[in-house]
């Protein structure tokens, strides 16, 4: 989870990361899949940037990347939410004083 955590804690990753699981409900299968091209419109950066970031969100295991053609597809694993989601659930839940 340490190394999801750090890969989520660059703000143009978690940007990218949120984008691919806008429609994405735990437990429900997500199969929206969007191309390098459409996410490069999303965070404006430099083709080489956006590539490093999602090199490095695919490392980390949060999301699967396949070609389709001339296209680069990115997709978030559903499985990645659901342990993202159980791990939260598991913390303990002490009160704020």
């Known amino acids: 989870m340490a190394s999801q955590f750090k890969a989520l804690a ?3 990753r978690l940007k990218l990361f949120e984008e ?3 429609c ?3 437990g429900e299968v ?8 459409e996410l490069a419109q999303v965070v404006d950066i430099a083709a080489s940037t956006l590539s ?6 695919h490392q980390a295991g949060l999301i699967e990347m396949q070609r ?3 296209n680069m597809m990115c997709r978030v694993d559903m499985k990645v939410l659901e342990a ?3 791990y939260f659930k598991k913390l303990p839940n002490k009160e704020i004083i």
């Open 24 to 26: 994405c409900k735990v």
């Open 30 to 37: 997500c199969d929206m899949q969007r191309c390098v091209g």
């Open 84 to 86: 993202l989601s159980d």
């Open 10 to 12: 660059n703000p143009v």
């Open 20 to 22: 691919l699981t806008r």
């Open 52 to 57: 490093h970031h999602l090199k490095t969100l």
């Open 68 to 70: 389709a053609g001339k």
